[in-house]
Every structure is written in C-alpha cells, then in structure tokens.
C-alpha cells in the first residue's frame, strides 16, 4: 500500500517569515506526480503545487516552493513572506497512475497557524 | 466555467435511510474521482470514473455504495441503508490529464 507521512500535524509561523512544512512517501513506482493542496477552514480543497517526478528541477508557484528528494522519497513545501491567508490544512499527495486511476494518496495534513 | 459543484453540501439523515449525493465536474474534464474525508483525516479515494467507465474502486467502497456517472457527464453516489459511521464530507474532484480540482463537498451527518 502507498502510504505518505506528514509528521507535523501543527506548525505556526510569523506574518511575513518563512515555514518548511514535510512530506515523506513510499513507492515502488517510478513515474508520478507529487501535490500539495490547501484546504482552509470550511472552504474547498485548493491547489498549491505541483511536481512531476521525472523532473529534478524544483517547482516554483510564487511565494510557494518544493523541495523534491525523490531518492529520499520527500516532497516538503517552503511558503515564503507568509501571509494570514496562509492559514489552513496542508495536505501533500502523490499521484500513482500505476493502477490506471490517477488516485491521490493523501497524508493526514499539517494544520498551519499564521500569526500576525 | 464555476468549477466542479456538488448538491447536497449538508445531509443530515437517520440511520438506516438512503442517501444520494451529485457532482457536476468542470465540463471538459473526463475524469471524476469520489473521495471521503472524516475529521482531522486527508481524503481517502472512493471511485473513479473516464468519461462513463467506473474504472477503479477502492475496498472502502462496501456492497451499500454506488456510483454512476450517465453519459460522462454529472456523477452521483448513493449510500444505502446508511450507518453512523458513514458520517464523513464527501469530496467529488475532475481532471483532464492533470491535476485534480475539487468541489465543495457534501457533508453527511447520520443519526
């Protein structure tokens, strides 16, 4: 089974400063994409980033950066200059197409505070 | 384009009744997932769909729950004889060969 681990259920960070949150994942799969998605309190899943395995540049999506080590199979998202409407749930999800569906295989999210 | 739409987005029923949820993808996106989310969990995948093929099903989906998706277009899934702890959101989310977008939900409380 694919499993992904985000080990910091809660993180807070400074208006304005930066947060690292992580992501690890297990895979047999070679090919696949990885995501990060937002989903704040009581609104609907929204997407932050994408990475495609194959790539080894690191995706950029402005102030929202990956840091993809896909031999260590980790995926963690950099926010920069955080901004209040940062604050949300966090959830990275890699997608496998190995089993012909492109299902998305969620960790439990890491709920992130910004303080002013 | 509003985005994918989903209706209910709240149902409060009692145990035991049945239970129908829509989705309305992004009209040219020919991929539609169903995933299931409960408190303080990420989703879990449900089903999936190409156009009007139920291609995949996950073993959470028990003999009660049903999908369709008629002419590749809006999906609905259907609970049956619903339990308590079939209380969770509902999420429905389309693609065209890339990222998933999702609805709002539908959040299902059975009493």
């Known amino acids: 089974a694919q499993t992904v681990t985000q080990s910091q259920p809660e993180m807070s960070v400074q208006e304005a400063e930066t947060v690292t949150l992580s992501c690890t994942y297990d895979?047999?799969?070679?090919?696949?994409?990885l995501f990060w998605y937002k989903q704040p309190p009581s609104r609907q899943m929204i997407l932050v980033i994408r990475?495609?395995?194959?790539?080894?540049q690191n995706a950029t999506e402005n102030r929202f950066s990956v840091n993809f080590q896909k031999a260590a199979k980790s995926f963690s998202l950099k926010i920069s200059d955080s901004q209040l409407g940062d604050a949300a749930m966090y959830f990275c999800?890699?997608?496998?197409?190995?089993?012909?569906?492109?299902?998305?295989?969620f960790g439990k999210g890491t709920k992130l505070s910004v303080i002013p | 384009d509003t985005g994918v739409s989903q209706d209910p987005r709240h149902k409060i029923t009692k145990r035991g009744q049945n239970v129908t949820f829509r989705c309305d993808p992004i009209?040219?996106?020919?991929?539609l997932y169903w995933y299931r989310q409960t408190l303080g969990q990420g989703p879990e995948f449900l089903t999936y769909?190409?156009?009007?093929?139920?291609?995949?099903k996950s073993r959470l989906l028990s003999d009660r729950f049903s999908a369709e998706r008629p002419k590749g277009s809006f999906s609905t899934l259907e609970i049956q004889r619903t339990e308590q702890g079939d209380s969770a959101m509902y999420l429905c989310?389309?693609?065209?060969?890339?990222?998933?977008?999702f609805g709002p939900g539908t959040r299902l409380t059975v009493t």
């Open positions: 989310a389309s693609s065209f060969m890339g990222e998933q977008y």
């Open positions: 999800a890699p997608e496998y197409s190995g089993a012909g569906s492109y299902q998305l295989t």
């Open positions: 009209s040219e996106h020919n991929r």
């Open positions: 895979t047999s799969e070679s090919d696949y994409y």
């Open positions: 769909f190409q156009n009007e093929a139920q291609l995949e």
């Open positions: 990475q495609e395995a194959y790539k080894q």
